[in-house]
């Protein structure tokens, strides 16, 4: 029973599991960001090449 007390009450390596936690969810927010956004980037892309083929040079289009 004391090892099982003493394993409770020891705090050798809390801040690398506090360091791997936060890296983790830091991680995850910044996938979800890329995950949410991706589309409108792509399609913001594809908007502004789209316009610029309709551009004209020096009126060389009629």
Avoid at 8 to 22: C, H, I, N, Q, Y
Wanted: charged share 20%.
């Amino acid at each position: 029973m004391q090892m099982y007390l003493d394993f409770l009450s020891d705090e050798d390596g809390a801040v690398t599991v506090d360091f791997v936690v936060l890296t983790a969810a830091i991680c995850l927010m910044g996938l979800t960001v890329v995950t949410a956004f991706s589309g409108s980037a792509e399609d913001l892309a594809n908007d502004s090449a789209s316009f610029m083929r309709e551009q004209c040079v020096n009126l060389a289009c009629d």
